[in-house]
C-alpha cells in the first residue's frame, strides 16, 4: 500500500515540475506531458508517459497490482532530475540573447543591403 500512494505522490510532483519549470498546465500527467512534449528530450518523455499510463492503474485497487512499481519509480526519479536540472534563469537569459543575435543580424544585413545599393546607384 505504501508503494502505491508513493507512485501517487511521485506523478504528483511530476506535474508540478513540469507546471513551475516548464508551464504544461494539464489536469493529469499525460496532458502536461503532452503540452511539453518539445521541451522534453525523447529518453524522458518516453519515461514520462510510462508514468502518464499508470497514472489512472494506480487508483484502481486491483490494477494497481499489476504495475511494475521499481520500473515506475525509477521512470519518476529520472523525470523529476532532469525536470530539477532545468534553469529557468537561464533559458530566459538564452531567449533573451538569442533574440538579440537575430535582431544584431537583421540590422548587419540592412546596412550591407543599404551600401550595395548607394555603391549600385554611384552615390559611394
Same mark, same amino acid.
Given at each position: 500500500?505504501?508503494?502505491?500512494?508513493?507512485?501517487?505522490?511521485?506523478?504528483?510532483?511530476?506535474? #508540478?515540475? =513540469?507546471? +513551475?519549470?516548464?508551464? *504544461? +498546465?494539464?489536469?493529469?500527467?499525460?496532458?502536461?506531458?503532452?503540452?511539453?512534449?518539445?521541451?522534453?528530450?525523447?529518453?524522458?518523455? +518516453?519515461?514520462?508517459?510510462?508514468? %502518464?499510463?499508470?497514472?489512472?492503474?494506480?487508483?484502481?485497487?486491483? =490494477?494497481?497490482?499489476? =504495475?511494475?512499481?521499481?520500473?515506475?519509480?525509477?521512470?519518476?526519479?529520472?523525470?523529476?532530475?532532469?525536470?530539477? *536540472?532545468? @534553469?529557468? %534563469?537561464?533559458?530566459?537569459?538564452?531567449? #533573451?540573447?538569442?533574440?538579440?543575435?537575430?535582431?544584431? #543580424? @537583421?540590422?548587419?544585413?540592412? %546596412? %550591407?543591403? #543599404?551600401?550595395?545599393?548607394?555603391?549600385?546607384?554611384? =552615390?559611394?
Amino acid at each position: 500500500m505504501a508503494q502505491e500512494t508513493e507512485i501517487q505522490t511521485q506523478i504528483a510532483q511530476t506535474i #508540478f515540475l =513540469l507546471r +513551475k519549470k516548464l508551464g *504544461a +498546465k494539464g489536469k493529469t500527467l499525460a496532458e502536461s506531458v503532452r503540452r511539453a512534449k518539445r521541451r522534453l528530450p525523447r529518453k524522458v518523455y +518516453k519515461q514520462a508517459m510510462e508514468l %502518464a499510463r499508470a497514472e489512472p492503474l494506480v487508483e484502481h485497487p486491483k =490494477l494497481r497490482l499489476t =504495475l511494475d512499481s521499481p520500473t515506475l519509480e525509477k521512470a519518476a526519479r529520472d523525470v523529476q532530475s532532469h525536470l530539477r *536540472a532545468i @534553469n529557468l %534563469a537561464d533559458r530566459r537569459w538564452g531567449w #533573451f540573447l538569442g533574440m538579440l543575435g537575430g535582431l544584431a #543580424f @537583421n540590422i548587419l544585413a540592412l %546596412a %550591407a543591403l #543599404f551600401l550595395v545599393v548607394l555603391w549600385w546607384r554611384g =552615390l559611394i
